[in-house]
């Protein structure tokens, strides 16, 4: 359903010149706290035994751009490309997984990233700080905001589906992760043909490294080819791989992860 704004809108401002398509996300200081992430925003309500104010704290998602590169899609767009993904796995491991989990586990596997943010290597938060932060916001999320929605049992799903990927142990989780890794690549090509060859995100196909299982393996590598083939017919000049200091930082901060 597409919504329109009414015709006195004006290009979509308000009466006063504000601009609700328009958000600022306000960077806080060290050291980072939820209490602080949420002292930036209109604070959610906690404790409720309804899930409006964890429906109303998902925005976030929406309106936090995916860092690293052009900052054009959302959390949100990449979470939801990925649990479609999920839904059409490939053949020989489709009978393994769960691919209800693995569609939750999609949508939820970046949560806390509506208070912490997208953090990247450059950002130059170490991966146990990035780590702490996320685990605090998803604590927050099920210990407040969803305590007493359903008697606790939905914030405690979602806890534990995103202990499970970032554990990535069972099959689901390494799927999920291989997932997360292969829509950034799709992305990545994506925004290449648009720019007809003239944009060069060569460092991003690291990442291909980075897949775990052989079936997405094959995604992979076939992602690639068809980059390079786009980037030969258009003559595209290519810069070549991360240099050797931002490998290192890739390697340390993202580990079989993104």
């Not at 912490?116 to 170490?126: F, I, Q, R």
């Not at 605090?136 to 008697?151: D, P, Q, R, W």
């Not at 490998?247 to 580990?255: F, I, L, W």
Request: net charge negative.
């Amino acid at each position: 359903m597409s919504h329109i704004l009414p015709n006195n809108s004006k290009g979509g401002k308000g009466s006063d010149g504000v601009d609700p398509s328009i958000v600022t996300t306000v960077k806080v200081a060290d050291p980072w706290t939820v209490e602080k992430a949420l002292a930036t925003i209109s604070r959610p309500a906690e404790g409720s035994t309804s899930p409006i104010a964890f429906f109303h704290l998902l925005e976030r998602l929406k309106t936090t751009k995916r860092a690293g590169w052009l900052r054009c899609e959302s959390v949100a767009d990449h979470s939801c490309r990925m649990a479609m993904m999920a839904a059409v796995p490939p053949p020989s491991l489709a009978h393994q997984l769960d691919i209800a989990k693995c569609i939750k586990m999609c949508l939820f596997h970046d949560t806390a990233e509506l208070l912490v943010g997208d953090l990247t290597p450059a950002d130059g938060v170490p991966k146990t700080e990035k780590h702490r932060r996320e685990t605090e916001t998803m604590s927050y999320i099920e210990g407040k905001v969803l305590a007493n929605v359903n008697a606790g049992v939905a914030g405690q799903e979602i806890m534990a589906l995103w202990r499970e990927f970032e554990d990535a142990k069972s099959l689901e989780s390494r799927f999920v992760q291989d997932l997360d890794k292969i829509e950034l690549l799709l992305q990545m090509v994506e925004y290449e043909r648009r720019a007809e060859g003239r944009l060069d995100l060569s460092e991003f196909t690291y990442v291909k490294t980075k897949v775990l299982l052989p079936e997405t393996q094959a995604w992979a590598e076939e992602i690639i080819g068809e980059r390079e083939e786009f980037r030969k017919a258009h003559h595209a000049v290519e810069a070549g791989a991360s240099d050797i200091r931002m490998r290192v930082m890739q390697d340390a901060y993202y580990g079989n992860q993104l």
